[in-house]
């Protein structure tokens, strides 16, 4: 099976506290992509980042971090000192090999709400 | 880079007229097209995917003839929404992958456009 696990349907921290969201994916591929998209209330699904699956070095772009484990099946993402304008829903998703990388196939969605 | 843009972000229309909605990509040639629809608090179901100048090709349970798809050149796909229902009422989201003109490389990553909030009364 190809799946998207986010068990986390929604979560909700203070301003400047640390977050992890996680993400569990299944795939019978050995090669494929794995994304973060992030859906402020406004809609539009903005790019965060993709993985290779041979690629399995942490990856940190400011306050953002990625950590993927081929062992566990898992690509958390860690936001550091959260701010307000981290609430949005985000995304988790998988393109393997067997479907051209074209197909994206997306997990349930972690809505994240920063209160000031 | 890699912009998407889609056309309108709104649309109110009464049962039974059609609605069309484009997609464009602004600064890189889309050969494929992808169309999702997302119910409230839900994720994205890809509708169909398109490459330009071919048919679409739908999932599975996605009425061929209820949501037309047309991707006529490598900038522009639509998504025409047929006789349109109350039951067809919900967030449509246009992606696109393709590459940085003629010569360029493969953008293998969909950018999304901002989505069109359909209500049918």
């Known amino acids: 099976a190809q799946k998207v696990t986010q068990a986390q349907t929604e979560i909700s921290v203070v301003e400047k506290e640390d977050v992890t969201l996680d993400c569990v994916y299944e795939?019978?591929?050995?090669?494929?992509?794995l994304f973060w998209y992030k859906q402020p209330p406004s809609g539009e699904l903005v790019f965060l980042i993709r993985r290779n699956s041979f690629d399995e070095q942490n990856e940190i772009s400011g306050r953002y971090s990625w950590n993927f484990q081929k062992s566990t099946s898992s690509f958390n993402f860690t936001i550091t000192a959260s701010q307000v304008v981290d609430s949005a829903v985000y995304f988790c998703a998988l393109s393997p090999r067997s479907g051209g990388y074209n197909k994206l196939i997306f997990g349930a969605g972690t809505r994240l709400a920063v209160h000031p | 880079g890699a912009v998407v843009s889609q056309h309108p972000s709104r649309v109110i229309c009464k049962s039974g007229t059609s609605v069309k909605i484009e997609c464009r990509s602004l600064?890189?040639?889309?050969?494929?097209m992808f169309w999702y629809r997302q119910f409230p608090k839900q994720s994205l179901m890809l509708m169909a995917t398109s490459n330009e100048g071919s048919k679409a090709t739908y999932e599975q349970g996605v009425e061929k003839d209820k949501f037309l798809i047309n991707h006529a050149s490598l900038t522009l796909s639509t998504l025409t929404v047929t006789s349109a229902h109350p039951e067809d009422s919900s967030f449509y989201i246009c992606?696109?992958?393709?590459?940085?003109?003629?010569?360029?490389?493969?953008?293998?990553?969909?950018?999304f456009g901002a989505g069109t909030r359909l209500s049918v009364l």
């Open positions: 600064d890189f040639q889309a050969t494929t």
């Open positions: 795939t019978r591929d050995t090669t494929y992509y």
């Open positions: 992606s696109a992958s393709g590459r940085r003109g003629p010569t360029g490389g493969e953008i293998n990553i969909q950018y």
